[in-house]
């Protein structure tokens, strides 16, 4: 670990943001799962959330998400309902990417709220029962042939939205991690390699100094 890696790991970690999530129901192709993956971690996204394709397992593609997926942790669900619930009765304001009576273009809401915009799979889109169970409907305004973008790149055009309202609003200019939190996860991104073996073994990760060297006998 170079000190120039570890300040860069700190700048990336005191700007993440816990309180905005994307929550993908059954996205099934790999490049726009991890495109999606990409765009979360260049705007500070901590952690994704999905239901896997009904194949079981979550989808990857080394050469779309520049290795975002080792940056944004994936937390799997069930089923998309429950997932919604799940991220509300957490304090999360679910909107879902879906065209109804009720939809209000994407740049309405207030994304300085603890938010996580509901992606549908790639043919289907949200389900109706998705789309009701979410707090609001967002659509982005389309004035061509087309009717609906890419997941990836509706993704990319509603979090760089979120983005923008959070940097307005200075959530960017100091850490919304917790103290411990913060820690913990710079150990993981400094040390991948050695981080499991203190979890398998149930220790407590070692402290690290300014530089991101291991302190020895010290614990976080």
Not at 24 to 42: G, I, Q, W, Y
Not at 89 to 103: C, I, M, N, R
Request: aromatic share 6%; net charge neutral; charged share 20%.
């Amino acid at each position: 670990m170079t000190p120039e890696r570890y300040a860069k790991i700190m700048r990336v970690l005191a700007q993440r943001q816990p309180t905005l999530s994307v929550l993908m129901d059954e996205v099934n192709k790999p490049h726009n799962f991890s495109a999606v993956l990409r765009t979360c971690d260049a705007v500070g996204v901590l952690r994704a959330h999905a239901v896997p394709p009904k194949s079981g397992s979550l989808p990857t593609y080394e050469a779309t998400s520049g290795s975002a997926h080792k940056w944004v942790e994936v937390q799997t669900h069930k089923e998309i309902v429950g997932a919604v619930r799940q991220l509300q009765a957490a304090g999360f304001q679910v909107l879902a990417t879906h065209l109804s009576e009720q939809s209000m273009d994407y740049r309405q809401p207030d994304y300085t709220r603890p938010t996580a915009v509901l992606l549908g799979a790639e043919k289907w889109g949200v389900s109706d029962e998705a789309a009701r169970a979410a707090d609001h409907n967002i659509v982005i305004p389309m004035l061509g042939m087309v009717q609906s973008l890419n997941v990836s790149v509706a993704a990319a055009t509603i979090l760089f939205e979120a983005q923008r309202q959070r940097l307005t609003a200075g959530m960017y200019a100091q850490p919304q991690l917790e103290a411990a939190e913060l820690a913990r996860l710079a150990f993981e991104w400094s040390y991948p390699e050695l981080a499991p073996l203190y979890r398998e073994r149930g220790e407590r990760y070692p402290a690290m100094d300014a530089a991101g060297q291991i302190v020895r006998g010290d614990e976080l």
